[in-house]
């Protein structure tokens, strides 16, 4: 112990030996302090799991991709819950989608305004209505004058089939009529100028909505009309079986102009979309798919790329940026076609994370979502699910990561051990060199 109650002679004396110790000495303190400052200046977490917290009631969903070889006016968007019953509404939107022509950005085709909540706004940007697309042989309180204004307006040429359940020429034309549903849905129908039209073939069931068709007149079960946008229709009187109804659409098409709202296909014309999309926080899904004929979506080639995409709490007020959590797995990947028949889909699991974020003064709690997500590509047969899945889910359990606070004692408690610890250090070296001369 006699060795630690004096200081050694070679940090004051001007000896090699001393100068080396002492060089040595400083080098070694510089770095453990230069590391201690680090650390406690460095702040650091302490990761916690418990029960999902409580986030706000919708989260927005932020999209950068490139659908490569389907136009931005073929391309159908709707947002569905979990088991695809029904669509759920969008509350508000800063999407826009962009053209791109042999790779290259183009204009800009259309912008939706982030503060306009309004429903019929959001009917005329590209979030398909899906109930514009379906028939109407049930009860439903959505389905009404507006809604039937609306589905006309929604295609180049729509073909209602109206009937009576309890008709017996009703019934007897009903398997007709879904053979004919069929054929149109697989086959291109166009206009006099050469342009494919978006056409719809809707069934109206005329007991359930009785007051509806009165209104338009409809007095004979059952009743084939072929609406044109500006809601004038042609009604058919021939016979009511399949190759003479598809007969009557085709022709019907045939005798049609659609400049005004026809946008030609280009085989290397692709869209870019970008934007944000507030929506409620429940599990769900955000389909792409292109435009079909009646009720389907079309066979398309659906490669595409993903520069962006993660979910972000409203309150979040740095938005869109780098957290250093698995926020965005799917950034910066590509998903390739090989033919027209493949559909992909992107599961994400989304966990509700909550981070201490530091402050000048004070410190403030950052909700952010962390995901993993699961890439799945099938071939399928049938077109009519031919499309780009992103599903969503909600993980049970919420992670918490919480500052660990770092006292200015602790840190100068730290520091004295560092110069105690070389202290002691350099008087072992100092007395072992001094025994190994003597």
Not at 26 to 40: D, K, P, R
Not at 234 to 258: L, Q
Request: glycine share 4%; with cysteine.
């Amino acid at each position: 112990m006699e060795m630690f109650r004096s200081t050694p002679s070679d940090l004051f004396e001007r000896t090699s030996r001393g100068g080396l110790f002492t060089i040595a000495l400083l080098l070694v303190a510089e770095m453990l302090a230069i590391s201690e400052f680090m650390w406690f200046w460095t702040t650091s977490y302490k990761e916690t799991v418990a029960v999902g917290s409580i986030f706000s009631e919708n989260m927005d969903l932020f999209l950068d991709m490139t659908i490569q070889v389907v136009p931005c006016d073929q391309l159908q968007i709707t947002l569905w819950d979990k088991y695809q019953d029904k669509a759920i509404s969008i509350t508000g939107s800063t999407f826009h989608m962009t053209r791109v022509i042999d790779g290259d950005l183009a204009e800009k085709l259309k912008d939706i305004d982030p503060h306009s909540h309004d429903a019929n706004f959001l009917a005329e940007s590209i979030f398909m209505h899906p109930e514009l697309e379906r028939d109407w042989d049930k009860v439903d309180p959505n389905f009404n004058e507006h809604t039937f204004d609306a589905q006309t307006d929604a295609h180049d040429l729509t073909m209602f089939f109206f009937y009576a359940d309890w008709c017996p020429h009703s019934r007897a034309s009903h398997p007709h009529w879904k053979k004919a549903v069929t054929n149109i849905d697989e086959r291109d129908v166009k206009d006099a100028d050469g342009n494919v039209l978006k056409l719809a073939m809707i069934q109206i069931n005329c007991v359930v909505y009785e007051t509806l068709c009165w209104e338009k007149d409809i007095t004979d079960y059952p009743t084939f009309r072929i609406y044109h946008r500006d809601g004038k229709f042609i009604e058919y009187e021939g016979e009511r079986e399949t190759d003479p109804i598809i007969n009557f659409v085709v022709t019907s098409a045939s005798n049609t102009h659609h400049q005004k709202y026809w946008v030609p296909e280009r085989p290397t014309e692709g869209c870019h979309l970008k934007g944000m999309l507030r929506i409620p926080r429940v599990p769900g899904h955000l389909q792409f798919s292109k435009f079909g004929k009646g009720h389907s979506v079309g066979w398309a080639d659906l490669t595409h790329s993903i520069t962006a995409y993660s979910f972000i709490d409203p309150l979040d007020d740095l938005t869109v940026g780098s957290t250093g959590l698995e926020t965005n797995p799917l950034d910066g990947k590509s998903f390739n076609s090989s033919d027209k028949k493949t559909a992909f889909a992107h599961y994400a699991t989304l966990v509700q994370t909550t981070v201490d974020r530091p402050g000048f003064l004070t410190s403030d709690i950052r909700p952010i979502y962390q995901m993993s997500v699961l890439s799945v590509q099938n071939s399928l047969n049938d077109h009519h699910h031919l499309g780009i899945k992103f599903a969503h889910d909600m993980f049970p359990m919420a992670v918490k990561y919480e500052r660990e606070k770092k006292s200015t004692l602790h840190f100068l408690i730290r520091m004295f051990a560092i110069l105690g610890g070389l202290y002691t250090i350099f008087n072992i070296l100092h007395s072992a060199t001094k025994l190994k001369s003597t």
